[in-house]
Nanobody, 116 residues
Framework: QVQLVESGGGLVQAGGSLRLSCAPS????????MGWFRQAPGKEREFVSA????????YYADSVKGRFTISRDNAKNTVYLQMNSLKPEDTAIYYC?????????WGKGTLVTVSS
């Protein structure tokens, strides 16, 4: 069974940085576009960023553009999300998945809390 395991979340002050990692187990995702998504308390899950299978052509939600950077290392079968200039409104559980997302691949996510 495929599991996507997110890590790197934590508590950070506004203006700080975190780097999230996503490492699937059970199979390789190197041939798929991958994305990051987040769900804030009381809100629906939303798209954050995605990157093509080759690592090129990244794209971002307007709310994170210029602050977040997505990347991937196919040799390590890992996708990253570098988050800079974090804001309290970035507080959420962050998930990775294929892009477009596949329902069977949602993991537990990693919690990011940004204090003001």
């Amino acid at each position: 069974q495929v599991q996507l395991v997110e890590s790197g979340g934590g508590l950070v002050q506004a203006g700080g940085s975190l780097r999230l990692s996503c490492a699937p187990s059970g199979r390789t995702f190197s041939s798929y576009a991958m994305g990051w998504f987040r769900q804030a308390p009381g809100k629906e899950r939303e798209f954050v960023s995605a990157v093509s299978w080759s690592g090129g052509v990244p794209y971002y939600a307007d709310s994170v553009k210029g602050r977040f950077t997505i990347s991937r290392d196919n040799a390590k079968n890992t996708v990253y999300l570098q988050m800079n200039s974090l804001k309290p409104e970035d507080t959420a559980i962050y998930y990775c998945n294929r892009h477009p997302p596949a329902e069977d691949y949602w993991g537990k996510g990693t919690l990011v809390t940004v204090s003001s």
